[in-house]
């Protein structure tokens, strides 16, 4: 058994249930022989020793019936006799039968066969002797006799034949009872061998079953072991779930909750119970949210801080966010989704908190005077404050999201601002022009740097401006007067320079460049006296400068490269610094060779000109941009009362009654460059009030640079005199003017009313001139209509008479027809009658053939007889036999005529009838005809009255046409008299008219002349 | 207008010819043309010419009246026939078998007529005129028989009729001598007129 426990568990099961199987075979295979064996002994008991014992029964009740047979057949009657013989043949048959089957039954048991043989031979005897003897006797009524023999001989072998079949019965009786033993025999034993194998089997099936329970116990136990584990290390992961203080949940697909862990029932204020199986969405303030949140989950596989707000049942809401994901079975099926929620308030109190400081830096912004924005990587503005609004004087919503480049007058530059700070990370005093809603453009500096955000990356540009505009213009202002200083040094025509205190040169004007043919750069840091043929005199010179502060008109002579020499005028004078400290010599020199000569010729032609201006009545005055006098002369003296000098550098304005007016006027001048017939009242200094217009214009440089005004005044009281003294004049004469303009006026009305009534008049006479001219068109016009209508009178009543004279011939064409109508109605009849008597003698001719077919026929019948009487007188009726056969042959030949008469009679008959009919419908045709012709002419004779009539009567029209046309003649020539008076009368209404015309015409005119004198 | 167009379309010259030429043959008519006569005289001569076949085969021919009855052409001997007679009036006779027409005069002989379609039980079927009445006579018996039509007497050889077909039966085949080639049934007009059944015997019952 050592090797058995060695094997695997599956090999032990093999072997067992090997074991069981093949004793089942065998079990089945024994029971299956011992089966099939009692089955042949019982078939063999059955066929050989029942069915011989059987056989033998038979051959033995056969022999008794036989015998029985014959005794009944010596008894009874010849048929029962006869009946009984059939029946001990057909037994005797049987009896064969059955003895040869015992034959071939016991063919192999010799004994048996031997007393089978020695019964045969019995038998054999018995019939022959039965046939042979007993049945004749019988039949010869030897009763007696057959009745010894029957008794005796017979009946020995009967008993003999009997023993023997007993005894062989007995025999298979005994056989069949050991057969049966033997069977009982074998059932016994294999029953034996069945019990024995059956248990075998069936213990060896306990073994195995005890064996399998076993293994299998140790299977479960260990199944039981992983099954603890399993749990307990659930166990941990629930107790880590629910230890857990974020409220976890499982969700089934439907959004079930399917678990929850201790933090659930907290967060939710419901127990375990309550939750599991209720719906996830229902625990949180916005249900589609949620379910929107699982269905992600279940969709996407997983979902990260999905924020929710969980509701507790106080009514407290929790903020979370919610990481869920699907959890699947070992198929990898989805199951549910795995969802837990991290509570966010805390977190939100802080983001509360940021947003406070946020705010805190935000108003710090919003304080600012700066503008401040924060513009995006792609240059819109994210934010502003509340300056930069103000700036801009849009509100900060239209400002947000706009293009930050838009606010400045170069946008370009904006650009290129911003993109330099996101290149760089910031940017310095980068100046723009900022430009506002209204127009206004303020000078910015724009400080900007980038912020990003907590992965470093640059979110964008906050930038801060600076409002530099006053500085700016400060600015422009010092380098507007150092650029006008400076060009004041070029373009003096005089060799400036400057000198260090050391002599050197330290800068120079054009005029030196050209003086000395030297570049400035040439002559800078040179030294001052060596452009001098006297080098000594010029440092003295300038040492003088230093010393005394300045010098003029110093002598020197400047040499150029060329050698050529200039005598100049040094004018110098030091400058300093604001401490104060001398810095150096500013020295001009004034080139006098030439200017001596030119000298006195300016000097000659300005005091010519200045002699002009001087000599001038009319106060003359220069005004400097900024208003002050610049130069006056004489007249402006006398006008004012000022003299010149106290004039000069005074404000131009003073000298007037309205200063504003005055400076107005000069602004003007400057702005437009001129200014024409300008009033002014200029005040003198004792009180005197003068009225000027000034004429001004500007007056410029060599550059065209505006210097100043020049203003030319004239004294204008006098005139204004003489205007008073005009005007006076003209009111009087205007009074004059209006009166004889009232009178024109009234001229003119009344000469309008007269053109009017004139006009009126005239177009009147016109009217009936046109009136009386239309009337005579009337006229005439109906005078052609009294001509064609007496015209159509007259044919009217011409056609009447010819319409007349035709109907009259239509009238005795009628007639004729009605006569004509009549006459056929007569002959109508005639045809009628006459076909009438057609008909009646055709039925005679009918009636005639009638009479001869029946003579026919008796001919035939006459024929007949003539030939039977002929026949009956033999040979002397011969001849007389053709005569009747000759009559009977025209007998019937009258009788076909007459037959094919009637068949004409029929045609002619059907024919009349036609005829009758169509006469019958002509007549009634022509008697409508008659009876419409007598109409027609009725009809024609009225037609033919009438037309009479109209005839008549339109020759009157003609008449009384002609009449009316004479009469329309003369109304005709009246009109024609009255339409000549009328154009008559017309014309000198029109001439009238004309003459009134003119008047009018004249009037106007006279009152366009005064009105214009007046004017 | 049609109707005037019509009547001068009708050529009355040509119809007053025809009239004249109808009225001239009408008067014409009645008096055959010569040659008219010749050709009847002529056509008479050669039938008279003809040789008769009858005398020297009396024995082997038999001369019959033929007649006409229900489609049919019966004949029978002349030797029964007294004469033939048209039917004029009869008189219907009174307890008398279907068979029996009636009584009618000849000449003041009352002679009974027998229907033979009832007779022979032919289908009354077709029309048939009746009105001819073959009067047979044998000895003292004298009686008449209906027919359509009498057709003449004729001769037919012996050796012509043959013996009654089989599908005549009863009564008829009684009657019967035979019948002819041209499907002429002879009758035995001797055998009618023995018949027993001709004595009529009824009574009426009062």
Partial sequence: MNWFSKLSVQSKLVAGFGVVIALLVIVSATAYRGMSEIQASQQALYEDDFSVAYDLLTLRSNIG??????????????????RRLNDLNERTRTGDAILERLVARLGDEPESMAKLNELKALRQQFEETRSTQVVPLIFQGKIAE???????????????????????????????????????????????????????????????????????????????????????????TRSLIEASLDPFVTISGEGKIMDVNRATEEATGRTRGQLIGSDFSNYFTEPEKAREGYQHVLAQGFVRDYPLRLRHVSGKVMDVLYNASVFRNQAGEVLGVFAAARDVTERRVLEARLLESSA?????????????????????????????????????DQIIGSDFSNYFTEPDKAREGYQQVLARGFVRDYSLRLRHGSGKVMDVLYNASVFRNEKGEVQGVFAAARDVTERRVLEARLLESSAYTRSLIEAS???????????????????????????????????????????????????????????????????????????????????????????????????????????????????????????????????????????????????????????????????????????????????????????????????????????????????????????????????????????????????????????????????????????????GAAEAATAVSETTTTVEEVRQTAQQSNQKARDIAEAGQNAALVLQGGQRNVESSVTEMNRIRTQMGSIAETIV??????????????????????????????????????????????????????????????????????????????????????????????????????????????????????????????????????????????????????????????????????????????????? | MTDSGQQKSIDWNAIHKQIAMARQTTEQGWAPTPADKKRILRARAQALAEPIAGPAVAEQSVAVVAFQLAGETYGIELAFVREVYPLKAFTPLPCTPGFVLGIVNVRGQILSVLDLRAFFELPQAGLSELNKVIILRQNDMELGVLADAVLGVQSIPRAEIQPGLPTLTGIREAYLVGVTAQRLVVLDGGRILSDKALVVHEQVET
């Fill in chain 1, 493 to 763: 025509l005089d060799p400036l320079v400057t000198i260090s205190s050391e002599g050197k040169i330290m800068d120079v004007n054009k005029a030196t460049e050209e003086a000395t043919g030297l570049s400035r750069d040439q002559l800078i840091g040179s030294d001052f006296s060596n452009y001098f043929t006297e080098a000594d005199k010029a440092r003295q010179g300038y040492q003088q400068v230093l010393v005394q502060g300045f010098v003029r008109d110093y002598p020197l002579r400047l040499r150029h490269v060329s050698g050529k020499i200039t005598d100049v005028l040094y004018n110098a004078s030091v400058f300093r610094n604001r401490a104060g400290e001398v810095q150096g010599v500013f020295a001009g020199a004034r080139d006098v060779t030439e200017r001596r000569v030119l000298e006195a010729r300016l000097l000659e032609s300005s005091a010519y000109t200045r002699s002009l201006i001087e000599a001038s009545l009319d106060p003359l005055v220069t005004i400097s941009a900024e208003g002050k006098i610049m130069d006056v002369n004489k007249g402006t003296e006398l006008a004012t009362g000022q003299s010149r000098e106290i004039l000069i550098g005074s404000d131009f304005s003073n000298y007037f009654t309205e200063p504003d007016k005055a400076r107005q006027g000069y602004q003007q001048a400057l702005a437009a460059g001129f200014v024409r017939d300008y009033p002014l009242t200029l005040r003198h200094t004792s009180g005197r009030i003068t009225d000027v217009l000034y004429n001004a214009a500007v007056f410029r440089n060599e550059k065209g640079e505006v210097q100043g005004v020049f203003a030319a005044a004239r004294d204008i009281t006098e005139r204004k005199l003489l205007e008073m003294k005009v005007r006076e004049r003209t009111e009087r004469l205007e009074k004059v003017l209006q009166e004889a303009q009232e009178a024109v006026n009234v001229l003119t009305s009344s000469s309008s009313e007269i053109l009017t009534a004139i006009a009126q008049l005239a177009s």
């Fill in chain 1, 360 to 396: 805190y830096t935000r108003s710090l912004i919003e304080a600012s005077l700066d503008p401040f924005l924060t513009v995006s990587p792609e240059g819109k503005i994210m934010d502003v404050n509340r300056a930069t609004e103000e700036a801009t004087g849009l509100p900060r």
């Fill in chain 1, 146 to 236: 057959a009745r010894a023999l029957f008794m005796g001989v017979q009946f020995q072998r009967q008993a003999r034949m009997t023993a023997i079949a007993t005894d062989l019965e007995q025999r298979k009786t005994a056989a069949a009872q050991h057969a049966l033993q033997r069977a009982e025999q074998a059932a016994n034993t294999y029953i034996a061998s069945f019990l024995v194998l059956g248990v075998a089997a069936i213990l060896a099936a306990l073994i195995l079953a005890l064996f399998l329970n076993r293994t299998l116990t140790g299977y479960t136990t260990e199944a039981r072991k992983m099954e603890a584990q399993l749990k307990e290390g659930s166990a941990y």
């Fill in chain 1, 837 to 1015: 008597t057609l008909s009646e003698q055709s039925q005679a001719i009918g009636e005639i053939t009638g009479t001869v077919n029946e003579l026919a026929e008796q001919s035939n019948l006459l024929a007949v007889n003539a030939a039977i009487e002929a026949a009956k007188a033999g040979e002397q009726g011969k001849g007389f036999a053709v005569v009747a056969q000759e009559i009977k042959s025209l007998a019937e030949q009258s009788k076909h005529a007459t037959t094919q008469v009637r068949g004409l009679l029929a045609d002619i008959q059907k024919a009349i009838g036609n005829a009758v009919m169509a006469t019958e419908q002509a007549s009634k045709v022509v008697e409508t005809g008659v009876t419409q012709s007598s109409q027609a002419g009725e009809s024609i004779r009225a037609a033919v009255e009438a037309t009479v009539n109209v005839a008549h009567a339109s020759t009157q029209i003609a008449a009384s046409s002609q009449q009316q046309m004479i009469g329309v003649d003369q109304v005709a020539t009246a009109m024609e008299s009255i339409n000549q008076a009328s154009t008559q009368n017309a014309q000198s209404t029109r001439q009238v008219e004309s003459i009134a015309q003119n008047l009018h015409e004249l009037s106007q005119k006279l009152k366009l002349l005064v009105e214009q004198f007046r004017s």
């Fill in chain 1, 65 to 82: 019936a036989e015998r029985l047979d014959v005794l009944v057949m010596m008894e009874s009657g010849p048929v029962e006799q006869q």
